[in-house]
């Protein structure tokens, strides 16, 4: 995975999944328990990389990159149940040529957003 990629979903304040269209794989990042002690260790490897960088700037005038974390850690495994919608999705993104992929990913996310909130509402009717 890139390392733009990983850093990207761990800013983010919720596990995700990744659906690689590519290649046709989807990966997850671990659980909520675990991704929030994923996050804090990055965070805290993140910190004590920029305190060692400043010191090493002010001693020697070294400029060292920052994140070799990545290396340490995978952020994303490979999902074992990929849901059916999504499957779907694979499935028929195989099918349809390279040039219509984008339309019909961005209408599958508009289908998404639209289920989401009928369940939010029906949930809420329920309540």
Same mark, same amino acid.
């Given at each position: ?7 990207? /979903? +761990?800013?983010? @304040?919720?596990?995700?999944? +990744? /659906?690689?269209?590519? =290649?046709?794989?989807?990966?997850? @990042?671990? $659980?909520?328990?675990? !991704?929030?002690?994923?996050?804090? *260790? !990055? !965070? @805290?490897?993140? #910190?004590?990389? +920029?305190?060692?960088? $400043? $010191?090493? !700037? ?13 290396? =340490? *850690?995978?952020?994303?495994?490979? #999902? ?6 999504? *499957? @779907? $999705?694979?499935?028929?993104? %195989? ?5 219509? %992929?984008?339309?019909?990913? =961005? *209408?599958? =996310? %508009?289908?998404?957003?639209? %289920? ?6 029906? /949930?809420?009717?329920?309540?």
């Amino acid at each position: 995975m890139e390392t733009k990629i990983e850093i990207a /979903v +761990l800013d983010s @304040t919720l596990p995700t999944t +990744l /659906v690689d269209l590519t =290649r046709l794989i989807v990966r997850k @990042t671990p $659980l909520y328990a675990d !991704y929030h002690q994923l996050k804090s *260790q !990055y !965070y @805290t490897a993140m #910190s004590s990389k +920029l305190e060692d960088n $400043l $010191l090493n !700037y002010m001693n020697d005038g070294v400029n060292i990159t920052l994140n070799d974390w990545s290396k =340490r *850690q995978q952020i994303f495994e490979k #999902s074992d149940g990929i849901a059916p919608m999504v *499957q @779907t $999705l694979i499935d028929e993104t %195989r099918k349809i040529p390279a040039r219509m %992929r984008e339309s019909y990913v =961005r *209408q599958w =996310r %508009r289908s998404l957003v639209r %289920r989401a909130l009928a369940m939010i509402k029906f /949930v809420q009717d329920e309540t």
